[in-house]
């Protein structure tokens, strides 16, 4: 079993910047790529942004020149450095990693989600 722990969301005004951090523990042999997704009230669940491993990224084009996601591999936590947020970045943000677990077994883990809310 797979235990994802996020922390950092908030309220914030527009313009201003958060950091998201996600920490993975449990039965993890391997990680392929940890990243953030968000899930808009009456929209479905968007990817926000991914790294790899050996440190590709992938980002969502409303965040490109925003968002930084960033990882630690020694201690399985992924990183999102959000600036310049704007109100359509309101979401609950949710954690995800994919890899292989001791038993050899495919992981897609979520975590609970952390609420980010831009308003003035």
């Known amino acids: 079993q797979v235990q994802l722990v996020e922390s950092g969301g908030g309220l914030v005004q527009p313009g201003g910047s958060l950091r998201l951090s996600c920490a993975a523990s449990g039965s993890i042999f391997r990680i392929s790529a940890m990243g953030w997704y968000r899930q808009a009230p009456g929209k479905q669940r968007e990817l926000v942004a991914t790294?790899?491993?050996?440190?590709?990224?992938n980002y969502a084009d409303s965040v490109k020149g925003r968002f930084t996601i960033s990882r630690d591999n020694a201690k399985n936590t992924v990183y999102l450095q959000m600036n310049s947020l704007k109100p359509e970045d309101t979401a609950p943000y949710y954690c995800n990693l994919r890899g292989t677990s001791i038993f050899l077994r495919t992981l897609d883990s979520w975590g609970q989600g952390t609420q980010v809310t831009v308003s003035s």
């Open positions: 790294i790899t491993s050996d440190g590709t990224t």
